[in-house]
C-alpha cells in the first residue's frame, strides 16, 4: 500500500487541499492518518475513493449528494456519467484507479466503452496516451509500484499489438523510413508503440526496435537502410547530461537525418536540443509531423 501527502492528493486527483481539508471536516469523505506533528497521510483508497469523486464533482453531481452514496453506489455512478467523447480526464482518471486495484474488468469496461464511442486512433490519442504521461508522473512520485504498472502496460499494450497487426502492410517502395527505438537505459516502451501504429497507419515503412538498443546497433542498420526519420523516447530519470551527450553522439553519425524525441525528460531540455533534434510533446504534434513529411 501507498501513502501520500495531500499535496500528492492535489497533484493526482487535481481536487485542492484546501478543498479535501473541508470535505474531511465537513462530510468526512476520507480519514487520513495522522502523525505526532499533526501531518496527514492518505492509503491507496482515498486516492481511489477521490479520483471518482472527482469525477462526479466535474459531471455536476455535488458533494453533499456523493457523500451520502456507498463505494459502490460511487462507482456505478462514474460509469453513468462518463462520456468518451467529451470527458476524457474522466476516462484518464478511470484507468488510473483501474490500475492501482488491478481490475483488469473495469479497465476493459472504460477503454472498450471509449473505443466504441470515439474510435481507437481517438482513444489512443485523448486517453491513452495522456493516461501513460499521467502514469509517468505516478512513477516519478512513487505512487505506484511496477506489478501496477506492468499489469496495466500489458492489457493496453495488448490493444495496441491487435491494433497494428490490423493494419495493411506497407508495399510503397517510394514510402519513407523510421527507425523507433529507445535508448539503451530506456524501458518504457508504450509511447513508442504509439508513434509506431501512427507511422504504420500513415503509410510510412516502421523498423521497431523496441527496447534498450545500443548506439552501435543503430549505425549498423543505418548502413543497410537509409532513415528518413530517427524516433526516441526519453522517460526514465537521468541526467541533462547525459541525455544531452547521447543526442550529440546520436547527431554526431546521423547528420543529415531528422530526430524527433518524445517524453517527460525530453520536455525538460526541450529548449536546448541540437540543430537537428526536435521535440514532439505527443500523438497530435507527432501526427501532425507525419502528414508534413509525406506531403
Not at 492518505?42 to 471518482?52: A, N, P, V
Not at 473495469?106 to 485523448?126: C, P, V
Not at 526514465?236 to 524527433?260: D, P, R, W
Request: aromatic fraction near 10%.
Amino acid at each position: 500500500m501507498s501513502y501520500y501527502s495531500i499535496k500528492d492528493l492535489e497533484r493526482l486527483t487535481g481536487i485542492k487541499a484546501h478543498t479535501i481539508r473541508i470535505w474531511e471536516k465537513r462530510y468526512n469523505i476520507v480519514d487520513p492518518n495522522r502523525s505526532d506533528s499533526n501531518i496527514r497521510s492518505y492509503c491507496d483508497g482515498d486516492l481511489k475513493k477521490l479520483l471518482s469523486i472527482s469525477i462526479l464533482n466535474r459531471n455536476g453531481l455535488k458533494i453533499s449528494t456523493i457523500c451520502k452514496l456507498s463505494t459502490q453506489q460511487i462507482n456505478e455512478k462514474v460509469f453513468e456519467v462518463l462520456d468518451p467523447e467529451n470527458d476524457y480526464q474522466s476516462q484518464i482518471e478511470g484507468l488510473v484507479v483501474s490500475m492501482i486495484e488491478l481490475n483488469e474488468e473495469r479497465f476493459e469496461r472504460i477503454l472498450n466503452q471509449s473505443i466504441t464511442r470515439i474510435g481507437f486512433e481517438d482513444t489512443l490519442f485523448y486517453v491513452v496516451y495522456p493516461f501513460f504521461e499521467k502514469v509517468g508522473l505516478l512513477w516519478q512520485t512513487g505512487t505506484i509500484c511496477p506489478a501496477q504498472e506492468h499489469f496495466i502496460t500489458n492489457l493496453i499494450r495488448l490493444k495496441l499489438s491487435v491494433a497494428i497487426d490490423n493494419l495493411p502492410i506497407v508495399t510503397n517502395t517510394d514510402a519513407k523510413h523510421i527507425f523507433l527505438f529507445l535508448p539503451e537505459w530506456e524501458l518504457h516502451e508504450m509511447g513508442l508503440l504509439t508513434y509506431y501504429y501512427m507511422a504504420r497507419k500513415q503509410g510510412f515503412k516502421v523498423i521497431y526496435l523496441g527496447q534498450k538498443v545500443p548506439m552501435p546497433d543503430l549505425f549498423v542498420l543505418a548502413e543497410k537502410i537509409k532513415a528518413d526519420l530517427l524516433v526516441t523516447f526519453f522517460v526514465t530519470g537521468i541526467s541533462e547530461i547525459n541525455i544531452q551527450n547521447y543526442l550529440q553522439s546520436l547527431c554526431a553519425h546521423f547528420k543529415t537525418e531528422q530526430i524527433i524525441v518524445s517524453g517527460m525528460q525530453a520536455a525538460e531540455i526541450a529548449d536546448r536540443l541540437p540543430k537537428n533534434v526536435h521535440f514532439v510533446r505527443g500523438t497530435c504534434e507527432f501526427k501532425s509531423l507525419l502528414k508534413q513529411i509525406n506531403n
